[in-house]
């Protein structure tokens, strides 16, 4: 299986890099794509990517969090990034207005430049979206849906947001932890969309899914929600193993 969203290389795994991939690979986890989050995590990234180059695929962008008053410092750095080597996604990109909205504007503007981006450079993304659906979907169709190719990470919508997703035909639902818990209502109706449509994540070391949420969070748990998929699914954990994971090797590898 392919965990197509994972921070593995933040500073919780310092102790346990080793271990936490080899109870992945054991579990049948055998590639985790790694989105950036700043300018201040891309040592941490190439470092483990580096370290790990069969198994750890780096991707490169601004999150919507870390966009600030330095916004376009760190654009201009990240943009060189993707010019010294090979990476599989244009991420973490997107809009936020779960946490704070005084960076609106500048979040929206630095969205749709790193879109841009996945076009120059003929890349997927990997979109976060956080009470910001319309917003999101407006910035695609203005910068070119039909250019454009990813994944919405950590979907969680309403269903009307999901029906709004599919439209963009080119596009993915990353599908986590959330997945595993009591108030996850889209559980009930994820499987209007088509599995051709759906990838497997972690987002470790956040979003743990049952029954180890409240801890951390690690790749080798992505087997709790593929075996969560199987029953919105009604389809053996085998047939969403093998389904998601040819989706996500299609868009990334």
């Known amino acids: 299986m392919v965990d197509?969203?994972?921070?593995?290389?933040?500073?919780?795994?310092?102790s346990d890099i080793a271990e936490?991939?080899?109870?992945?690979?054991?579990?049948?986890?055998?590639?985790?794509?790694?989105?950036?989050?700043?300018?201040?995590s891309v040592p941490r990234l190439l470092s483990l990517t580096d370290k790990y180059p069969e198994m750890c695929f780096p991707m490169m962008?601004?999150?919507?969090?870390?966009?600030?008053?330095?916004?376009?410092?760190?654009?201009?750095?990240?943009?060189?990034?993707?010019?010294?080597?090979?990476?599989?996604a244009i991420?973490?990109?997107?809009?936020?207005?779960?946490?704070?909205?005084?960076?609106?504007?500048?979040?929206?503007?630095?969205?749709?430049?790193q879109l841009r981006?996945?076009?120059?450079?003929?890349?997927?993304?990997?979109?976060h979206t956080r009470?910001?659906?319309?917003?999101?979907?407006?910035?695609?169709r203005k910068i070119g849906a039909d250019k454009l190719r990813g994944i919405f990470h950590s979907f969680g919508g309403s269903?009307?947001?999901?029906?709004?997703?599919?439209?963009?035909?080119?596009?993915?639902?990353?599908i986590n932890g959330v997945i595993t818990y009591k108030k996850a209502t889209f559980r009930d109706y994820l499987s209007m969309a088509p599995l051709e449509r759906i990838v497997l994540e972690t987002d470790?070391?956040?979003?743990?899914?049952?029954?180890?949420?409240?801890?951390?969070?690690?790749?080798?748990?992505?087997?709790?929600?593929?075996?969560?998929l199987a029953e919105a699914y009604q389809l053996p954990f085998e047939d969403i193993a093998r389904q998601t994971t040819a989706n996500a090797k299609q868009l990334f590898f």
């Open 4 to 14: 197509s969203h994972t921070h593995i290389f933040s500073a919780e795994f310092d």
């Open 159 to 174: 269903q009307r947001e999901l029906e709004e997703a599919l439209t963009f035909k080119n596009f993915l639902l990353g």
């Open 131 to 140: 009470e910001a659906f319309p917003e999101v979907f407006t910035s695609i």
């Open 91 to 113: 991420g973490e990109i997107g809009i936020d207005l779960y946490w704070d909205k005084t960076f609106l504007q500048e979040q929206i503007e630095t969205f749709e430049e």
């Open 20 to 40: 936490v991939i080899g109870r992945a690979y054991d579990n049948g986890v055998h590639k985790f794509c790694l989105p950036n989050i700043d300018v201040k």
């Open 61 to 88: 962008g601004l999150h919507p969090t870390s966009v600030k008053e330095n916004y376009k410092e760190e654009l201009e750095i990240i943009r060189q990034e993707l010019s010294k080597r090979k990476y599989i």
């Open 117 to 127: 981006w996945s076009i120059e450079f003929d890349l997927p993304v990997a979109i």
């Open 204 to 228: 470790a070391p956040y979003l743990t899914p049952v029954p180890y949420r409240g801890k951390r969070n690690e790749p080798s748990y992505l087997i709790f929600i593929a075996q969560k």
